[in-house]
């Protein structure tokens, strides 16, 4: 596994040139830079929002906030399901069932999708934010799932130690505390408490898949941490777990 990790991180590199970010050529043709965007990667480490909708679904609708309940356990096969009348609205982990293979997407009251999570050998660990309106499709061959409801806890960000934030919808001052953060790992998409959205890219780090990897040793890989500000009301919205640490 460490081998694959590592020969992986070298072809992405070499494919990138020294660069880091891109080649300056694609099948013999010139890149034409984006001045607006290459700006705003340089200062403020984030990507431009424009074109970027069908990659970061939750750039197309605003999450105006979280469940307040805790829901009811209840096991859901294959389909699509309307909460408050089919799930009852609340936030919920995965408990019994397969979680090898399947996908979980979510929509909002307006039929927009906010994410869409792929459950697998990498991601068993996932919150599902289930306001009433929404409508939850999880897509599978024909295993049947278990939600069981989430505790409202704030996250163990003890300082100077890295954790990870699961797959799902996380609201500053309520399931993680404000503050400075180091993003160890490569993404992190964040809506802000006046609707902004914003996503943090580390182009020197890569995914909490390959950064939490027991197999990996931490000296084979050159990761640069990214500091973000996290204030109460931002939404963490992200389709993959995020590995950050509290300074």
């Not at 399901?81 to 996908?103: H, K, L, P, V």
């Not at 309106?133 to 599978?140: C, I, N, T």
């Not at 989430?150 to 404000?178: Q, R, W």
Request: aromatic letters at 8%; glycine letters at 8%.
């Amino acid at each position: 596994m460490k081998q694959i990790s590592v020969l992986l991180m070298t072809l992405l590199l070499a494919g990138c040139g020294f660069s880091g970010i891109m080649p300056e050529k694609y099948d013999g043709e010139a890149f034409e830079v984006d001045e607006e965007a290459a700006e705003l990667y340089e200062q403020e480490n984030k990507l431009l929002n424009s074109g970027m909708e069908d990659r970061f679904h939750f750039m197309n609708a605003t999450v105006q906030n979280t469940a307040e309940s805790t829901g009811e356990t209840v096991m859901i096969s294959s389909g699509s399901y309307e909460i408050g009348e089919d799930i009852e609205e609340g936030r919920y982990r995965i408990g019994q069932g397969d979680t090898s293979a399947g996908a979980m997407v979510t929509y909002d009251s307006e039929g927009t999708r906010l994410i869409e999570v792929a459950m697998g050998i990498f991601t068993t660990d996932l919150i599902l934010d289930l306001s009433e309106g929404m409508q939850l499709d999880y897509k599978s061959r024909d295993a049947a799932i278990e939600l069981v409801p989430a505790e409202e806890d704030m996250m163990d960000t003890a300082g100077n130690e890295n954790f990870i934030i699961p797959a799902g919808i996380h609201e500053v001052g309520k399931h993680l505390e404000s503050g400075e953060y180091s993003l160890v790992t490569d993404y992190m998409p964040v809506q802000r408490a006046d609707g902004k959205k914003d996503v943090y890219a580390n182009y020197m780090s890569t995914s909490s898949f390959i950064v939490n990897d027991p197999l990996l040793e931490e000296e084979e890989m050159e990761i640069e941490e990214l500091l973000v500000t996290l204030n109460e009301g931002d939404m963490i919205i992200t389709e993959y777990p995020i590995t950050i640490r509290k300074e």
